[in-house]
């Protein structure tokens, strides 16, 4: 729940700290992250592209752990800045998915695979025509952060809420609907609670999506 230029700064004084230590792979996944602040706080004229003060996407010389780290940053910026075709059609290579597996993988896979399973529901709702290509995804990465919470990981709580919610809105009948409120605010209150106030922002909009979207409903939205 920092401000994002608190954060800001702190990946500032960790990158040059890394530079000077020679750990230029840790430095370059930082700088990822560090340029997605920029472009979430509007000091860059970027969106979804990682380029601006921090790097430049199109300089990269990728490893294998570096390509991991950027797929991850750019599914968040995709997720977060509403571009849910690009996110869902990240294209993940082979040698990725093992980093994106929760048991095993890195510490980032739980987030890469909520904001990945949110772009694909979205674009299920979008693009009815490919929809079983869309859900068939959702639902794997849906059961392997469910699944993660049944084995008392406390961390994915607030991402299987509202992936739970988005799952219902797309399936749901009319007499459904005040259940589908329901795990919205659900998922909500359970980001609020937890401290992740961005996520909880984030349910917020996705509520606002759905009741103006599916429900109809242009008042509540």
């Known amino acids: 729940g920092k401000p994002l ?12 700290q ?23 706080m509007g000091s860059s004229n970027n ?15 990728f490893t294998p752990s570096s390509h991991v780290a950027f797929i991850c940053v750019k599914t968040i910026a995709c ?13 993940i290579e082979k040698g990725d998915k093992q980093y994106f597996k929760i ?3 890195l510490m980032h896979a739980p987030v890469f695979l909520f904001h990945r399973c949110l772009c ?13 290509k869309y859900m068939a995804q959702a639902k794997r990465m849906h ?46 209150s359970t980001s609020a609670r937890g401290g992740y106030v961005h996520d909880a922002a984030l349910a917020q909009e996705r509520f ?4 103006l979207n599916i429900a109809g409903d242009c008042y509540e939205a």
């Not at 739970?164 to 919205?184: C, G, H, I, P, S």
């Not at 606002?208 to 009741?211: C, G, R, S, V």
Request: charged residues 30%.
């Open 143 to 188: 059961k392997e952060l469910t699944n993660s919470l049944k084995n008392k990981n406390p961390n994915v709580l607030h991402y299987a809420s509202l992936l739970n919610a988005e799952k219902a809105a797309l399936k749901q009948k009319k007499y459904q609907e005040d259940d589908v409120r329901k795990l919205y605010n659900d998922a909500i």
């Open 5 to 16: 230029k608190v954060i800001e700064e702190q990946c500032q004084a960790s990158i040059t």
């Open 18 to 40: 890394m530079v000077e230590l020679k750990e230029e792979e840790q430095a370059s996944h930082l700088r990822m992250y560090w340029q997605l602040y920029f472009n979430l």
């Open 208 to 211: 606002a999506d759905y009741l």
């Open 47 to 61: 969106t979804v592209e990682l380029s601006g003060k921090a790097m430049n996407e199109k300089e990269i010389v």
């Open 103 to 105: 048991k095993g993988g």
């Open 79 to 91: 997720s977060l800045f509403g571009m849910y075709e690009l996110g869902a059609h990240l294209a």
């Open 120 to 132: 694909l529901y979205a674009m299920v709702q979008t693009n009815k025509t490919k929809d079983r």
